[in-house]
């Protein structure tokens, strides 16, 4: 997810490149066997919140946060 506004620096461009290709297939995975029922969503929650640490969502977000801050005060 890249918007249009928001500019990546190096640093955080590489973050961006090394986690959302596998952070948007492990959503797109996830997502579905919890609508088809593979899945059950009170189950196996903690465990996709889980993988998404694993796959560095929180790195993703403090670069999306640290561009925002840095376009924010301009």
Known sequence: ??????????????????????????????????????YDIEDKWDDYLAGLETMGMSDLLDAYQSAYDRTATK
């Open 1 to 38: 997810f890249q918007v249009s506004w928001l500019v990546l620096n190096e640093d955080e461009s590489e973050v961006y490149t090394d986690s959302w290709y596998n952070l948007d297939v492990f959503v797109s995975e996830w997502v579905a066997k919890f609508i088809v029922g593979d």
